[in-house]
């Protein structure tokens, strides 16, 4: 028995000393992450601005250290925020120790609308007559779209552009879930209303065809558009070298005018070199965008206004209560408008939405606090990738909504659903006994189909 207790206590003291190693590991890992984030870098005289975009790109990146901590790895999600991007960009067109943009992007962790953003301020930047050079391996379309501003595209001899169009696949269930005994429950207000669509139909609706194609239709349209102006190609020829996939190699990339020359990364340097009159013994000074962003935007005028105005940040799925990584919650941000309108020294309020929509209810919270807010001081909208259903319900309210061309946004109805798995259940000798007290209390029961006065 003695031996029991000893190797109980011995058990019990290993797991908490166990326990405090992991938390001080723990604990360094954080305190090393936030003093590195910290630290601002010098930006020498005669400088190059390094952008290769290699994290997801999110419109605003949490501050908060725990915030996408992988708790396996203990690393975290690496993200940066478009807001930093463009700050960035924007800074770096009045600096005078910065002399040009050296963009190495080999592809974009973004939707199409961030895209266009960030491509918007390298077209800005260029307004102060400084360089823009591109150098990678493979593009990507999107990288290739923000590559396209360069004043000059390199390209590796064996690379290439993926230059061949967008699609879009979506994957039909009914017939399957059908040969399990599962039947989808759904009430569906809305044709266009396509989220639901995969469990209900074999196949794509027209109404589903239609506005897939009109969306991946305008990207593309707007793409090639504005290719063609920075490269001097006709729309027509682009759009013939996506449908005759006539970019397969470096060669036919240059033949077709999409890149400048194909040549090596340290010919690049050397270019690069030669635009600053750096030696061919000497590094290039360099600053990459992550650390140029963290530094402060200089002050301009006479300061600082004590009027302001609240940026608030709606990104994510909307749900009731309080916000998660990556979900809007009701509470916290109908708190945060109500006291941006309460706040007399706000004095207009833009809301940041990056929403594909989600809870009915959670919307219908924030849309009465935006009503509110528009009745005490203006309220604008600033639309991201996507602003869909619930996405666009809390924008609706606003004096004024502002979109990119890529930004997916409309509302289209309203849906339903839940899951009948009496086929199921029978099949394999399942039985289901349902005790109510009132006549509709199992209404979408997994149990039983739907009836039609319950659908209604």
């Known amino acids: 028995m003695k031996s029991f207790f000893k190797y109980l206590l011995a058990s019990i003291l290993g797991f908490f000393i166990a326990s405090f190693l992991c938390f001080l590991i723990l604990m360094g890992i954080i305190g090393a992450m936030v003093s590195s984030s910290d630290k601002l870098v010098e930006v020498k005289d005669n400088s190059i601005l390094y952008i290769n975009l290699n994290k997801e790109i999110v419109d605003r990146a949490s501050n908060n250290p725990f915030s996408g901590l992988d708790y396996m790895s203990l690393q975290p999600k690496s993200t940066i925020g478009l807001n930093d991007i463009l700050k960035a960009i924007g800074n770096a067109k009045d600096d005078s120790k910065i002399k040009g943009i050296f963009m190495e992007v080999d592809a974009v962790n973004a939707g199409a609308a961030t895209v266009n953003e960030i491509r918007n301020a390298l077209i800005d930047f260029k307004q102060s007559g400084k360089f823009i050079i591109s150098y990678n391996d493979v593009y990507s379309q999107k990288a290739y779209f923000l590559a396209s501003v360069a004043d000059k595209i390199y390209l590796n001899p064996e690379g290439a552009v993926d230059w061949i169009g967008l699609r879009a696949e979506v994957m039909y269930y009914k017939n399957i879930l059908a040969k399990l005994g599962i039947e989808p429950q759904i009430i569906r207000h809305g044709k266009f209303k396509s989220a639901v669509e995969p469990y209900m139909l074999d196949k794509m609706s027209s109404e589903n065809r239609e506005q897939i194609s009109t969306f991946i239709g305008s990207i593309w349209n707007h793409w090639v558009s504005e290719i063609s102006k920075s490269r001097n190609i006709p729309v027509s020829e682009l759009n013939r070298f996506a449908n005759e996939m006539m970019i397969r190699n470096g060669k036919t990339t240059l033949e077709n005018k999409l890149v400048d020359s194909l040549i ?117 909208v600033s639309m991201g990738d996507v602003a869909a259903s619930g996405g666009y319900y809390i924008s609706a309210p606003a004096d004024k909504i502002y979109a990119s061309p890529e930004t997916l946004t409309g509302s289209l109805g309203v849906i339903m659903q839940g899951v009948n798995y009496a086929g199921l259940a029978e099949k394999y000798g399942v039985e289901f006994v349902t005790i109510k007290s009132g006549e509709f209390k199992d209404i979408m029961s997994p149990s039983r189909e739907m009836t039609e006065e319950e659908k209604n």
């Open 264 to 380: 090596y990364k340290d010919q690049v340097i050397d270019i690069l070199k030669n635009k600053l009159n750096i030696s061919d013994k000497k590094d290039i000074p360099s600053v990459s965008l992550d650390d140029y962003a963290k530094l402060p935007t200089p002050l301009k005028g006479k300061g600082l206004s004590k009027n302001k105005i609240a940026v608030i940040y709606a990104s994510g799925e909307i749900n009731m209560g309080n916000a998660t990584d990556g979900a809007i919650g009701s509470n916290g941000i109908s708190r945060v408008i109500r006291e941006a309108r309460r706040d007399s020294s706000i004095k207009a309020i833009v809301l940041r939405v990056n929403s594909p929509g989600g809870s009915a209810l959670a919307s219908e919270v924030i849309w009465r606090e935006m009503v509110l807010a528009r009745q005490v001081k203006p309220v604008i």
